[in-house]
């Protein structure tokens, strides 16, 4: 079975330009989160998703970072426009179930360097 | 709000000497898990706890989870090379909000 996946593994940008991430979970699962770590911190969520609900979105800087997963599956985390402070890894994870007991599983995760 | 602490934030031991990392919660959890982290890689989920006083073992780790389920720790017994790498918990809240807490991690370098 295919682990989750994530597009582009690395990316380089000067600061005020947009970047987007792409994530495709597990096939099947419907819970889909988009989490930032930063180095030697933990993983800080960003949003999550049941199905094509954004159902936690509190900690998305709204002003600057947007998020889609317009048919339930695959998503798409947008920063525009981006700011030095955004470098971070950006890792998508995804789940089954939504009772709150579920794994998360994990994809490699972007590696966002703005200069 | 809700927080998780972790400690310690690093630790390095002798390969073959014991460790241990701890996670408190200010408040009660409905259940915690602890993932590890290889450097420059990405978490992967090791274990989950539920029930108050619960202890599991994989091999040489043992998990448990406090009596009022605001505290877990992690031990593992006679390190390895391999065992290098964060350990996260993270606790989820036992109130409607389902959201997934996370601490900040413990690091542990292993002297071969």
């Known amino acids: 079975e295919a682990g989750v996946v994530q597009s582009p593994r690395y990316k380089i940008i000067e600061k005020k330009q947009p970047v987007a991430f792409w994530c495709n979970p597990i096939?099947?699962?419907?819970?889909l989160y988009w989490y930032l770590q930063n180095l030697g911190q933990g993983p800080e969520l960003l949003i999550r998703?049941?199905?094509?609900?954004?159902?936690?979105d509190s900690q998305l800087p709204k002003d600057r970072f947007s998020a889609e997963r317009l048919k339930g599956v695959d998503s798409t985390l947008k920063i525009q426009p981006a700011e030095l402070g955004d470098s971070a890894v950006y890792l998508c994870?995804?789940?089954?179930?939504?009772?709150?007991?579920?794994?998360?599983?994990f994809g490699p995760g972007t590696r966002l360097l703005v200069l | 709000g809700q927080q998780v602490m972790q400690i310690p934030q690093y630790q390095h031991v002798q390969e073959g000497e014991d460790f241990t990392t701890y996670c408190n919660s200010s408040?009660?959890?409905?259940?915690i898990q602890w993932y590890k982290q290889r450097p420059g890689g990405h978490p992967v989920f090791l274990i989950q706890?539920?029930?108050s006083g619960e202890v599991k073992k994989q091999k040489r780790l043992t998990f448990q989870f406090g009596e009022a389920k605001k505290n877990s720790s992690l031990h593992i017994t006679a390190t390895q090379t391999t065992d290098v790498g964060t350990y996260f918990c993270?606790?989820?809240?036992?109130?409607?909000?389902?959201?997934?807490?996370w601490g900040l991690g413990t690091s542990l370098a292993v002297n071969p």
């Open positions: 994870a995804s789940s089954l179930g939504t009772s709150g007991q579920e794994t998360q599983y």
């Open positions: 096939s099947g699962h419907n819970t």
């Open positions: 998703y049941e199905n094509e609900e954004a159902v936690d």
């Open positions: 408040t009660t959890l409905s259940n």
């Open positions: 706890l539920v029930k």
């Open positions: 993270a606790g989820r809240n036992a109130g409607n909000n389902r959201k997934l807490i």
